[in-house]
């Protein structure tokens, strides 16, 4: 079965600074793919990046990266010039072909001013 | 993009009445809608696994005769709580599944927060 970790329950950073919000994962399938997502107060799941098992290059967006070390079975998000608005709840995600979503338990960022 | 609605966004009950969450796919049509559930300060908790016309598969734990799904039609599930008990006070949150870019895509809807009094 997966199982997705963030050791993590609580970050501060300081605005402009960059932070890394780790997730390490547990599986056997060679298949799978890993997300991030963005939960602010209001609840709503916000997606943020996505890193498929076979992609060869880490996946950006933005001031958003992956830093996927696969032989380590971890998929970092690395934000960069932490904003206010950057304050909530992150969690990481794995799916496997065919099958749901598995969360970790989160992290709670807080960007200090 | 695709837009995942939910209704109510809030809803406070008494004990023992039942609840209907609705969730809708505003621009896709999808097969297949998730339902999950949040407490406080935790992460998100698979329910169940909804198929349009057919019976929705729960995850071992949740009561399916007290969490009622039904995927009527492509763009729309419902997951009713019966009997509803202070410790179904949560944040219900779905997504609905379509083929995307990243092979199949989950798009929220904004949840749902019962409170049961």
């Known amino acids: 079965a997966q199982k997705i970790t963030q050791t993590q329950p609580g970050m501060f950073v300081q605005e402009k600074e960059a932070v890394t919000l780790d997730c390490t994962y547990d599986t056997s399938d060679p298949s799978y793919g890993l997300f991030w997502y963005k939960q602010p107060s209001s609840g709503e799941m916000i997606f943020l990046i996505y890193?498929?098992?076979?992609?060869?290059q880490n996946a950006t967006e933005g001031r958003y990266s992956l830093n996927f070390q696969k032989a380590r079975k971890s998929a970092n998000l690395v934000i960069s010039a932490s904003q206010l608005g950057d304050s909530a709840m992150y969690f990481c995600a794995m799916s496997l072909p065919g099958n749901m979503l598995t969360f970790g338990g989160g992290t709670r960022l807080m960007v200090k001013p | 993009g695709a837009v995942v609605s939910q209704h109510p966004s809030r809803v406070i009950c008494k004990s023992g009445t039942s609840v209907k969450i609705e969730c809708r796919s505003l621009?896709?049509?999808?097969?297949?809608m998730f339902w999950y559930r949040q407490f406080p300060k935790q992460s998100l908790m698979l329910m169940a696994t909804?198929?349009?016309?057919?019976?929705?598969?729960?995850e071992q734990g949740v009561e399916k005769d007290k969490f009622l799904i039904n995927h009527a039609s492509l763009t729309l599930s419902t997951l009713t709580v019966t009997s509803a008990h202070p410790e179904d006070s949560s944040f219900y949150i779905c997504?609905?599944?379509?083929?995307?870019?990243?092979?199949?895509?989950?798009?929220f809807g904004p949840g749902t927060r019962l409170t049961v009094l």
């Open positions: 890193q498929g098992s076979y992609d060869q």
């Open positions: 621009d896709f049509q999808a097969t297949t």
């Open positions: 909804s198929n349009e016309g057919s019976k929705a598969t729960y």
């Open positions: 997504s609905a599944e379509t083929s995307g870019i990243l092979g199949n895509e989950q798009f």
